[in-house]
């Protein structure tokens, strides 16, 4: 029984405080005025009578009603019932002043009307919430004050505070105030469900479902939640809403529906909270960023982006959605009938309140199934004490990483479930019943909605019949005010009640209840049943195969031959065991296998025995996460200390000393689960033997035929008031005596666990995470590596303050910690916690003790058998550093070699050492599977290509225990993750790592190994300052000093302008020498000779300049003629200039330049200042047929730039230096236009617009650019292939709104600048020039993209995520989105540069993007470029002689360590690789070659990639080499002498497709779905090691070919296996041209030829197929490997073939050239190029025809015989029939795998006739009859002995 209202309170405008800034209310009475000793007087009340604040208004509001909810310090509910009216402001003073008399005269009653208008609240304060009785209360007591009704207020408020009504059991209690009025209140059956009223349904009205089911899963979650409305009661329905679809969860943070105004700063608590605030506050809570808002009246939820709400787990969130769906609109699944039912109506408001309430209460026994058996009970006595089993639950239902359940169960709410519904002997409600009962019905109702609902429904009815157990009592009687009656205009004022008559009323009340007897009902307890365990899970990482009854048996099998001493049978069992062990099924098999053996006492067991246990226990422990929530490690924990071998007298070592690298130890929460289920397990065995007196063995957690814990603890509890005392205090000292056995039992076990073989090593000092993959040991420890355990423990340590501590202090701090904690959970007393404290430091001690021994013995094992380390091959003049390493590759990301998903041998990980030389890292060793130990695994890289070193350690399957590793990661895509052996000290390790960084990092970069190469190792890690070529060097330098002075005494002066400076270089010395340099007046340069400007002693010197890559290609090209002077005739447009012959000009620039030959010298000098780093505007390459040039520069600077392509209209400062040089730049500019044929010529200015698509494409193909709509306005030839986000339009100042791209009139000139570096330009319309700004990457963007490439084609580690997929991160890297953008600029320049139009490049500092779009330029419009020949002389050019920063990109220095790799040039390669894979017939050279520069330019193994421009080679005197080093050479210091070296021993660089047509301009595709990631990135051969290290290779091929050759004549089959990652396939499988040349170079060989070079035998084949060919007629070409094409224009179409009547004899086809008419009309569409010719290929496979011949076959059903040409292929294993003999398309295989016998056979209806019957046989396979015959007997015996001949060799 309780007090309807505890307080009844008047609150009133306080008018003293009216004058304040802020208005308040006050308390005018309150009734009683003593408080109630159970329930204080809440205080603040009147600030929630208001929330929005106590104001004045001036006209009359209706009356309000409201509930707001207060919260005291015991976490009490105070319910706030508040009736608000308005009355006027005069008649409240008056009434203020005169005495309580006066006031209640009639006369003085009336008022008069007033202006304002005072809020007065009447409030009812009640621990119940009865809100429409309340409502009622109040509206009655306003009712008797407004109408003047003849009764007593004070009469209706005492009544009121003295009403008792029951709080719960469903009876009903009628009440009356004395005013005629009648109330019944009905009070629910159970008090423990919650009364909703409607206020649920109300809510999924508002809001909807997926806001409801947010609002839910945030509130579990503990996130903070705010719901706005303009309506008070909204707001306290909302929340009593959420906490009712909380059951049978209770809320226990801060709740507040209705918060005032004056208390916002709440909103900003730290903590979770549930609060209602009015939306007149809206605008104060947008700067909330951490809370989630429910707009009630807008129906919107806003999540805040730093909030991550985890909803429901999959299936349940569908579900839950489905069956909210179908309550809250039945209708919804007819609504698609075609006759409805017509019956189908929505639910009352009240009944659909409760059918919501019902979905959660189904949704909450499906979260929580199974609940029950994760209860420990760890004391029964005096009081049940339980905790919960988190990780045996979630990993029962497979809900491990679930984020919403681990959160739930980690909640405060859970805690409290746990608390009020452990107990197992209580009252019960309805989820009680629903979870004991309707588990196996939920599970059966699975996947039918029909069903649900149904159940749905039936909950529903016990929810309403819970709070309406009376539905049909309606005798409500309350009288209410007339209507419109709080508008009348005299109205009296709210008297001033009798305090003394209220309070008699109350005393009278309390007297007569104290003389009355207590009501005392019995409370119903009873046993709570558990319902059914969790159902077995399938586990989510398995499969069929995984948990198959095959690898459990392969489990037990070894685990039995280990016991019967079967060693030899376990260790070829022990591989598959340890695969299998992966899958937790087969982990619970290991651990009830080895629990049987120990029960049979054969724990004490040999070295090897002990060995493969331990094994198994690491390799079961690893793949356990450190919550253990299958129990694996709880299984393991009782069996680690009784497996045992003995070392020597009286010294025996545990399993336990050997696996303790593993979190899970570490885990506090571990051990408290495994004590309390320890400690259940030892009390449920007190009481059983206590009542049955029988000794049980078995503690499990279900005995056979016995009670569990919780049901004893039941029974204890109830028959616990029976009891007397002293039994009582009898059993209460046992549970304390077992928790305390337990306690001190499990201080053992986890010193045991704890403390390391090797105590003088503390592990437990390094703190790692958990979760940390990489920092946590799970390693094997076995025969003598057990005594190096300590050396590297990285653990979660859970160890606080241990630095400087020793490792007993440690342990002994954590068991204490651990101590502490459970027995005072478990209510042991102070004393024997004292005890505890005390004894642990000793058993510390004592283990201690005994493990020094065990350490001691273990050391004197013997040591295991490791396998015997292999020396690598090394090339000429590279060294050892180090000697071999032994240590373990371990796998990676990749999971080709560790057999993964593609299947195949376990390759990784590899047991051998690693190997530092002056060039590489080179592992060398054979895998640790034993099934495939034979092979040799090889993985290496070039020192020099190292980007990443990171110490890692490892938890891996190994006989050794590896503490600490490497992960070393180079920018060729090679990874190696390295674990060192035990037998490797630390100091080697460290030693290892210093020499790694100073061979990665030298001094300078005469210390990389393409300078060091021959000498020693030592002399490489403290290199000499001597150096080689010192007289080259010295005369270098002497050339640069005499340069310079010379120079300074002509022409130098103090500058006035200062340029800004450059980027630090090597050659930084040289820098302020520039910088204070001035051209001033100068002499005609163009007047100078080589001997007026060199001395005689620099004339060698100058020599070799000519003799450089870029003079050769500027006289091919026809842009320079050198003479004895170095000019040229002044007729010609160009000259070859020597300005910066002494790199005085620009540093990084070539020393011969092409110029305009208008252009002087000294002017040359003046326009380099205002380009960045000095690179002014040069020619590279003019176009032959259309003399267009393109040109090269870097950016201009931002000073120099003032002025030039400026509007006419911009401000400037006046005449100044800049302004002439922008002056003769334009003039530079004009030079260069005006050297163009096309110049001249009248009809040259052609608009772009106006070019035909057969100009457009005359040549080539264009490449796909993307167009975006909002750039569809540009030019419809050039500006929309352009028109792309990756190049955008440019921003003209003040023009017209509808920009393009490109000017309508063709402009001379193009300058593709930086967008950025040329804002406010506009277009000049006299000059000739046109700018196209673009955007472009910087170095920064390709170095991020290229890490990215690399941990995605080469990751460090197995990811499970969605979202870390291969596409998904090659995606994310977006390297080939940079790639689109590099083609994309390039195959636009090649076509400005095809129409005619000269291209300058002018971006970032010329050196980067620069080189690489006209690099490509050149390649794609120029055919000699993409000769080798060609090729080299372009990177020599344009890379080298330009100076690309080769060795600042490679990091290849100390200097340059910071900066980091920029792989400018590898992006180029694969342009280039994009090029040559959609023209293949247009490049000499093969992807190979592409490959081999991309290893070795980063390699260091030549110099010719290192360095950053001429003038630095130059210095170092490495530039140039005598003529004489080059000959009989052993080191190539050269990378193209060695490809020429190379090239003339094997075609391995040349590419037989090679057949290019004259003149072809390139203009392949650029869009990103047209690109393909180059295999470079992704392919590794484990055999060898990379290929591109020829010698190191070369010689491994011969061999096997020799032994094939010897097989030939034995009965063995040729076939071989190539693995994935492993062989190199091109070596394994060659082509077929290179097959047949190497054939024949071995014939030449046997027969004592001189075996002729592999290029001239090609070319004689292809000069004889040229000539039979024009002999031979056109029908020819239908030969085998044909390659043609279809093309308009004339075209050499060439194929390869094999010919049938000689089998390994080259055919080169060569036909005449065929010109085809097509009509204009159709161009367009008949028209093909280049590129579509390669999608045209039908290369056939080689025909190996062992037997061929005519048969007929006997068609399906109903069919014909018909004769078809049948071919038998032995090789191939298969019977190929065509149509003809002449026909090359199959028309079906027999694979003779499938063929299951071959017999004589009898002619069948429609056979051919005159045929012998002998002629006839049948072929029989496993999928079909096949009926053939031949053309006599003789034929059909001959086809039927070929195919069985066939059948017995494979």
């Known amino acids: 029984m309780a007090r309807l209202a505890d307080y009844f309170v008047v609150v009133g405008y306080d008018f003293d405080k009216r004058a304040s800034s802020e208005s308040q209310g006050q308390i005018l009475q309150r009734f009683p005025e003593k408080d109630w000793e159970d329930n204080p007087f809440p205080q603040g009340i009147e600030l929630f009578c208001q929330p929005s604040g106590w104001q004045l208004l001036s006209e009359r509001k209706p009356p309000t009603f409201f509930v707001a909810v207060l919260t005291d310090i015991n976490s009490e509910r105070h319910y706030c019932a508040c009736f608000t009216f308005w009355e006027s402001v005069g008649d409240l003073q008056t009434q203020k002043s005169q005495p309580r008399e006066a006031a209640e005269d009639e006369d003085h009653g009336i008022v008069q009307p007033t202006q304002l208008f005072a809020p007065k609240s009447l409030v009812l304060v009640s621990r119940l919430d009865h809100t429409e009785v309340f409502r009622n209360c109040l509206s009655l007591m306003y009712t008797v004050h407004i109408d003047h009704l003849n009764v007593q207020l004070e009469t209706l408020i005492g009544n009121l505070l003295t009403c008792i009504i029951p709080i719960a059991g469903g009876s009903q209690r009628t009440i009356t105030l004395g005013a005629g009025d009648r109330q019944v209140i009905q009070t629910p059956v159970n008090d423990s469900l919650p009364v909703s009223g409607c206020s649920v349904a109300l809510l999924f009205r508002q809001l909807g479902i997926l806001n409801v089911l947010y ?86 939820v806003t999540v805040p982006e730093c909030v991550h709400v985890s909803l429901l787990p999959e299936p349940l969130l569908h579900q839950t959605k489905t069956v909210l769906s179908m309550v809250m609109d039945p209708e919804l699944q007819y609504a698609d009938y075609a006759f409805p039912p017509t019956l189908i109506q929505s639910s009352a408001l009240k009944i659909q309140d409760k059918e919501i309430r019902a979905v959660f209460l189904w949704l909450f026994a499906q979260l929580f199934q199974g609940y029950r058996w994760c209860l420990h009970i760890i004391r029964i006595h005096p009081e049940p004490v339980i905790r919960f089993h988190k990780a045996a639950f979630l990993g029962q239902g497979a809900l491990t990483e679930d984020d919403f359940l681990n959160k739930v169960l980690d909640g405060m709410a859970f805690a409290g479930f746990v608390s009020e519904r452990g107990p197992p002997y209580r009252a019960t409600d309805l989820f009680d019943d629903l979870m004991a009962n309707d588990m196996e019905r939920i599970k059966m109702e699975e996947g039918h909605p029909c069903k649900i609902l149904r159940h749905i ?193 009286g010294i025996t070592q545990f399993a336990y000393s050997c696996v303790q690298e593993h979190s899970v130890w570490m885990n506090m929460q571990f051990w408290e689960a495994m004590f309390y289920s320890d400690v259940q397990n030892h009390i449920r065995a007190l009481y059983i033997e206590e009542n049955e007196s029988c000794d049980q063995q078995d503690y499990g957690e279900q005995m056979p035929g016995g009670k569990s814990a919780l049901e004893i603890a039941a029974v204890q509890r109830r028959l616990w008031p029976t009891l007397c005392k002293e039994k009582q205090l009898e059993l209460v000292q046992k549970e304390e005596s077992t928790v305390f056995s337990q306690a001190i039992h499990y201080a053992n076990r986890m010193s045991y666990l704890l403390l390391p073989l090797d105590t003088s090593k503390n592990r437990l000092l390094n703190r790692s995470g958990l979760g940390d993959v990489e920092s946590v040991s799970n390693s094997y420890v076995t025969n003598s590596i057990a005594g190096s355990m300590a050396e590297s423990y990285d653990t979660e340590s859970g160890f606080e303050d241990a630095e400087g501590s020793d490792v007993a202090n440690t342990v002994v701090r954590f068991i204490n910690r651990f101590v502490d904690k459970v027995c005072t959970e478990s209510g042991v007393t102070n004393e024997h916690l004292k005890t505890l404290h005390t004894n642990i430091p000793d058993i510390v001690q004592m283990h201690i003790e005994t493990l020094e021994a065990v350490h001691r013995e273990s050391k004197r094992l013997p040591p295991i058998q490791k396998p015997k380390l292999l020396r690598p091959s090394l090339l000429v003049g590279e060294e050892l550093v180090m000697d071999g390493l032994r240590v373990n590759l371990m796998s990676d990301g990749r999971d080709e070699a560790t057999g993964g998903v593609s299947g195949g041998l376990a390759l990784l990980p590899a047991e051998g050492a690693i190997f530092l030389t002056t060039y590489r890292l080179i592992f060398k060793g054979t895998p640790t599977d034993p099934l495939v130990g034979e092979q040799v695994v090889t993985r290496s890289f070039p020192i020099a290509s190292l980007t990443k070193e990171k110490k890692i350690s490892f938890h891996a399957q190994m006989e050794q225990y590896f503490g600490e590793g490497l992960q070393l990661r180079s920018c060729t895509f090679q990874l190696m993750k390295i674990a060192f052996d035990e037998e490797v000290s630390s100091d080697l390790v460290e030693l290892f790592r210093k020499h790694l960084h100073k061979l990665r990092y030298p001094q300078q970069v005469q210390g990389t190994f393409a300078f060091t190469v021959g000498q020693s190792a030592k002399m490489l890690v403290e290199p000499k300052s001597k150096e080689k070529n010192q007289s080259l060097k010295t005369l270098s330098k002497n050339l640069m000093k005499n340069a310079k002075k010379t120079i300074g005494r002509q022409y130098v002066t103090r500058k006035k302008y200062t340029p800004p400076t450059w980027e630090t270089r090597s050659g930084a010395q040289f820098a302020t020498d520039e910088d204070d340099i001035s051209i001033s007046e100068e002499p005609d340069q163009s007047s100078l000779t080589l001997s007026s400007t060199i001395k005689s002693s620099d004339r060698q010197t100058m020599s070799n300049v000519v003799e450089r890559a870029c003079c050769r290609d500027y006289q091919r090209l026809g842009l320079g003629t050198l003479s004895n002077s170095l000019t040229r005739s002044k007729n010609e447009p160009f000259r070859i200039s020597t300005v910066n012959r002494m790199y005085t000009v620009c540093r990084s620039y070539p020393g011969l330049l092409i110029v305009p030959q208008s252009i002087q010298d000294p002017t040359i000098q003046r326009i380099s200042r205002c380009y960045r780093h000095n690179r002014f505007p040069v020619v590279c390459w003019r176009n ?101 986000k990756d190049i955008p339009p440019p921003q003209a100042n003040g023009g017209p709104s509808e920009t393009h791209f490109l000017r309508q009139q063709r402009a001379y000139l193009y300058i593709i600048g930086d967008k950025s570096q040329l804002k406010g330009t506009k277009q000049d319309p006299f000059q000739q020039w046109e700018v196209v700004p673009i955007e472009v990457f910087d170095v920064r963007q390709v170095k991020n993209s290229f890490k990215k490439l690399m941990k995605a084609c080469v990751p460090s580690s197995v990811s499970n995520e969605s979202n870390m997929t291969f596409y998904r991160c090659l995606e994310d890297s977006e390297w080939l989105c940079l790639l689109h953008k590099v083609l994309q600029v390039s195959v636009l320049v090649v076509e400005l540069l095809d129409s005619s139009s000269s291209v300058m490049v002018s971006l970032e500092e010329g050196w980067d993007i620069t080189t690489q779009v006209v690099s490509l330029v050149q390649l794609l419009s120029d055919p000699y470029y993409r000769t080798m020949e060609g090729f080299r002389l372009l990177v020599e050019k344009e890379w080298l002689s330009f100076g690309h920063r080769f060795s600042h990109r490679g990091a290849q220095t100390l200097a340059s360590q910071s900066s980091g790799f920029t792989p400018v040039f590898l992006q180029f390669l694969d342009c280039v690789h994009q090029i040559h894979l959609q023209f293949p017939m247009e490049f000499e050279f093969s992807q190979y070659y592409l490959k081999f520069l991309a290893y070795h330019y980063v390699s260091n193994r030549f110099r010719t990639f290192l360095l950053d421009c001429d003038c630095e080679r130059i210095e170092l005197g490495v530039m140039y080499e005598e003529k004489g080093e080059r000959k009989n050479q052993t080191v190539y210091k050269s990378v193209w002498d060695y490809i020429d070296k190379l090239n003339k021993k094997t075609p391995i660089f040349f590419n037989y497709m090679f057949s290019p047509e004259d003149g072809e301009v390139l203009k392949p595709y650029s869009h990103i779905s047209n690109l393909k990631l180059w295999d470079f990135y992704t392919y590794e ?166 037997l061929e011949g005519v048969l007929y076959k006997k068609g399906a059903i109903l069919k014909p015989w018909k004769p078809r040409w049948f071919v038998l292929d032995k090789t191939k294993h298969q019977l190929r029939y065509y149509e003809s003999k002449i026909d090359k398309d199959c028309k079906g295989v027999i694979d003779l795998a499938e063929v299951e016998s071959v017999n004589q056979g009898n002619p069948s209806m429609g056979a051919p006739k005159n045929i012998d019957e002998k002629a006839f046989f049948d072929l029989k396979t496993t999928k079909r009859f096949y009926n053939f015959c031949a053309p006599d007997s003789h034929n059909a015996q001959l086809w039927i002995d070929s195919i069985q001949s066939c059948l017995s060799d494979a």
């Open 1184 to 1284: 032959s047929r259309t003399k267009a040039v393109l040109l090269r520069s870097a950016g201009l600077h931002g000073k120099g730039v003032a002025g030039f392509f400026k509007s006419p209209n911009a401000p400037t400062a006046g005449p100044s230096q800049t302004d002439s040089t922008s002056l003769e730049q334009e003039k530079y500019l004009q030079a260069i236009i005006k050297s163009m044929p096309s110049y001249s010529e009248a009809t040259g200015r052609n608009t772009l617009s106006g070019f035909s698509s057969a100009q457009m494409s005359s040549s080539g193909k264009w490449g796909s650019i993307r167009v975006s709509n909002r750039m569809s306005s540009y030019n419809p030839d050039i500006g929309t292939r352009l028109a792309g």
């Open 457 to 649: 429904k039936e909950l529903a009815e016990h929810l309403f019949k819970n709070e309406n157990p009376y539905p049909s009592v309606a005798m409500h009687k309350i009288q209410k005010p007339t209507e419109g009656s709080h508008l009348r205009i005299h109205q009296k004022i709210f008297p001033f009640l009798d305090e003394v008559a209220v309070q008699f009323r109350i005393d009278h009340a309390a007297s007569s209840q104290k003389s009355a007897p207590p009501v005392v009902k019995p409370e119903k307890k009873c046993l709570v049943l558990s319902g059914p365990p969790i159902a077995a899970m399938v586990d989510r990482n398995g499969s069929a195969l995984a948990n198959s009854a095959r690898r459990l048996e392969v489990v037990r099998n070894c685990i039995t031959y280990i016991f019967e001493n079967k060693l030899l049978e376990a260790k070829k069992l022990l591989p598959a065991v340890l695969r299998a062990l992966k899958s937790r099924v087969a982990r619970q098999c290991l651990t009830q296998e080895l629990n049987l053996h120990s029960q049979q006492n054969r724990a004490v067991l040999d070295d090897q025995q002990f060995d493969y246990i331990v094994r198994m226990m690491n390799c079961t422990l690893q793949d356990c996460s450190h919550m253990d929530e299958h129990g694996i490690a709880a299984a393991l924990l009782p069996l680690v200390t009784v497996f045992c071998r003995k070392l020597g007298a």
């Open 215 to 300: 609002l839910f899963c945030a509130a579990l979650t503990e996130q903070k939640i705010l719901f706005l409305s303009s309506s008070y009661q909204r707001l306290s329905d909302a929340c009593r809403g959420i906490l009712s679809i909380l059951f049978p969860l209770k809320y226990s943070f801060t709740y507040v529906p209705i918060l005032p105004g004056k208390l916002l700063e709440v909103l900003s608590s730290p903590t979770p909270f549930i609060i209602g605030v009015n939306s007149f506050f809206r605008s104060e809570t947008q700067e909330l960023l951490d809370v989630i808002i429910a707009d009630l009246d807008g129906g919107t």
């Open 1581 to 1746: 051969t484990l055999s060898e090691g990379p290929s591109y290290d020829w010698e190191l290779v070369h010689g491994r091929y011969e061999q096997p070919d020799e032994s094939d050759r010897q097989d030939t004549a034995s009965q063995k089959s040729q076939r071989k296996i190539v693995w994935p990652c492993y062989d190199n396939r091109s070596k394994v499988e060659p082509d077929a041209i290179t097959k047949l040349l190497q054939e024949l170079q071995s014939l030449e060989v046997e027969l004592g030829l001189v075996s002729e070079k592999w290029k001239d035998t090609w070319d004689k084949i292809k000069a004889t197929q040229r000539t039979e060919t024009k002999l031979e007629s056109r029908h020819s070409l239908f030969s085998p490997l044909l390659l043609s094409s279809n093309l308009i224009h004339q075209r050499r179409t060439q194929g390869l073939y094999l010919q049938e009547s000689v089998g390994s004899s080259i055919n080169l086809l060569e036909s005449e050239n065929i010109a085809t008419s097509t009509p204009s009309g159709s161009m367009a569409s008949g028209r093909r190029s280049t590129s579509t010719l390669y999608s045209q290929f039908q290369t056939s496979e080689s025909e190996h025809r062992s």
